[in-house]
C-alpha cells in the first residue's frame, strides 16, 4: 500500500532525558539553566590508574529509580546502559499515550559501545550481551515490541543518525513494506574502563573541565546519559512540537579518527539541508573540546556562510555521551528554543577556533516568533558527520 506523504511532517510527542542532573527532560533543562554541571574528577573509578573528568550516575540511584518506575524486581536483569534506556523511554511513551507493543511502533536505538564493559569479565559460550544489537533486543522485547529494532552505532553521530533513520521509517516505511505510525528513538551510554581507557590512549581526555571552543582546550569529558523521543507523522501538529525538518549524514573518509581539516564532510551535511539561516535561533555544535574537532566545526560553520549565527555545545554540563549526545542535545536545544532562549558554552572563557563563528558565552534571550528553528551537527570517528535542522511551531 502506497500512503502520500507530501504534506505530513515528522515531529515528537514524547521525550525523556536521563541524566546525572536529573531524571526527566525538564529536570535537566531547569539544572543547565541554573548553571549545573555533574562533571566531577574521579579517581580509581572503573579501576582506572589515571583520574578523568566525566559525569556518572549514582548507581544506587538509578536502579532505585528503574524499580521505582517497572514495579519489578527485573533490574538485576538489566545493565546500567539498558536501565536508563528503559526509564528514558517509558517516561516518553507515557508522555505520548502510545501503545509502544502495536505493530506500527519501530524502536530505533542508538549507543556506540553498549554493554561492551561486559566483555572484560569473561563470557560464557554464545553470550551474546555485550553486542550492541543484542541490547537493543532487549529493551525492545522489554515493551513487548514484536518489530525488529533498528540498531544505529555510527561512532559519535549515531544520536542524529538514528533520529533520522527514524524519519525515513516513518516516510517510506520499513524493508518489509510495514508503514509505521510511531518511532521511539533511544541513545544511551555507559561509561567503563575500555571506553575511558580508550580514549585516554588517544590523549584526547582532558584532565581539568573541558571548554568547549576556548583557545587553551585541552579535550573532552566524557559522561553518560540516555535520552528517548518518541517520534510520529501527521500534519495536525499539535503547538509547540518540534518537528524534524530535515536530516544529512555525509561521510569524508577523511582518518580512522582525525576529523577532516577542510571540514568537508560537515560541511556538505550542513549544505543538503537547505536550511534558512535567517529562521535559524542557534547551532548546537558538537563541541566536545577537543583541539581538532572544535576548529572543524568552526570551519564548516563559516564555510556554511553562517558565521554570524550562535553556537553553543552542551558538552561541558554533562560531557560527552557518546551514542546518547545527539538525542540527549537535541530534547535540550528544543526546550530552549521553546522558552525562547540560547544555553551558554560552559567553561568557554576565551573562544578561539581556526574558523570564525559566534560561540554563545551567556544565557541569551531570544524571541523565537522568528526565529524557531536549530541546527544540530555531529561528527564522529571514520570521518562520519550528520547534521539536522529542527523547528519548534
Not at 533543562?29 to 562533571?39: F, H, T
Not at 517509558?90 to 506500527?104: E, F, G, L, T, V
Not at 495536525?236 to 577523511?254: E, F, T, W
Amino acid at each position: 500500500m502506497v500512503i502520500d506523504m507530501t504534506d505530513s511532517k515528522v515531529y515528537a510527542i514524547g521525550d525523556c532525558i536521563i541524566s546525572p542532573l536529573g531524571y526527566t527532560s525538564e529536570q535537566t533543562y531547569k539544572a543547565i539553566v541554573n548553571g549545573e554541571s555533574k562533571l566531577e574528577l574521579h579517581c580509581g573509578t572503573f579501576d582506572l590508574p589515571q583520574p578523568f573528568f566525566g559525569s556518572i550516575f549514582e548507581r544506587d540511584s538509578l536502579d532505585s529509580e528503574f524499580y521505582s518506575e517497572t514495579g519489578t524486581d527485573n533490574n538485576i536483569l538489566y545493565s546500567t546502559v539498558e536501565k536508563a534506556a528503559i526509564l528514558a523511554a517509558m517516561r516518553a511513551i507515557r508522555n505520548a499515550s502510545i501503545d509502544p507493543a502495536a505493530d506500527n511502533v519501530i524502536f530505533v536505538i542508538s549507543s556506540t559501545k553498549g554493554n561492551i564493559s561486559k566483555a572484560s569479565g569473561g563470557l560464557m559460550p554464545n553470550d551474546e550481551s555485550p553486542y550492541v544489537w543484542s541490547s537493543s533486543n532487549r529493551i525492545a522485547q522489554f515493551f513487548g515490541n514484536k518489530n525488529k529494532p533498528v540498531t544505529v552505532s555510527l561512532a559519535c553521530t549515531s544520536g542524529i543518525v538514528a533520529q533520522i533513520a527514524a524519519m525515513r521509517a516513518l516516510k517510506y516505511g520499513g524493508s518489509n513494506g510495514t508503514q509505521y505510525k510511531y518511532a521511539v528513538v533511544i541513545g544511551a551510554e555507559e561509561l567503563s574502563k575500555f571506553i575511558i581507557s580508550g580514549f585516554q590512549s588517544f590523549r584526547a581526555l582532558s584532565t581539568e573541565r573541558c571548554m568547549p571552543f576556548d583557545k587553551d582546550r585541552k579535550g573532552l569529558n566524557l559522561g553518560e546519559s540516555a535520552a528517548a523521543i518518541v517520534y510520529t507523522i501527521g500534519t495536525d501538529i499539535p503547538k509547540n512540537s518540534l518537528v524534524m525538518q530535515s536530516g544529512a549524514i555525509r561521510n569524508d573518509a577523511n582518518h580512522i579518527s582525525a576529523p577532516s581539516r577542510t571540514a568537508e564532510g560537515l560541511y556538505r551535511a550542513i549544505s543538503a539541508l537547505n536550511a534558512d539561516k535567517e529562521k535559524i535561533s542557534f547551532i548546537n555544535a558538537h563541541g566536545t573540546a577537543t583541539l581538532y574537532n572544535d576548529d572543524m566545526e568552526s570551519v564548516s560553520i563559516e564555510r556554511s556562510g553562517w558565521s554570524n549565527i550562535p553556537v553553543n555545545s552542551l558538552k561541558g554540563y554533562l560531557g560527552h555521551t557518546l551514542g546518547a549526545a545527539g538525542v540527549v542535545e537535541t530534547i535540550l536545544s528544543c526546550y530552549a528554543v521553546r522558552n525562547g532562549v540560547i544555553l551558554p558554552c560552559k567553561g568557554t572563557v576565551t573562544p578561539g577556533t581556526v574558523g570564525q563563528i559566534n560561540p554563545c558565552m551567556e544565557l541569551t534571550v531570544q524571541s523565537m516568533s522568528h526565529k524557531n528553528c536549530f541546527v544540530k551537527l555531529i561528527s564522529g570517528f571514520g570521518g562520519s558527520n550528520a547534521a539536522a535542522l529542527f523547528q519548534v511551531l
